[in-house]
């Protein structure tokens, strides 16, 4: 069983996210301001998201590209 300790080291801040998904960081900040995916938790001021949310994105992408 994880513990809360283990799960807040797995979460990514927009920079490693922007980095991963190789996007600015701008292009993160602006599909959250518009609410769209990946999907991201808030911590006081912080950002963060959670490795699989940033899976499911990659993996609901190639699905729009494979069928469009």
Known sequence: MATADNTLETLLTEHE????????VATIRRRRLFR????????GASVRYKPDAVRRFIEDA???AVEG
């Open 17 to 24: 996210v922007a980095g991963l998904l190789k996007v600015s």
């Open 62 to 64: 190639k699905r729009v």
């Open 36 to 43: 769209l995916p990946p999907e991201w938790v808030k911590i």
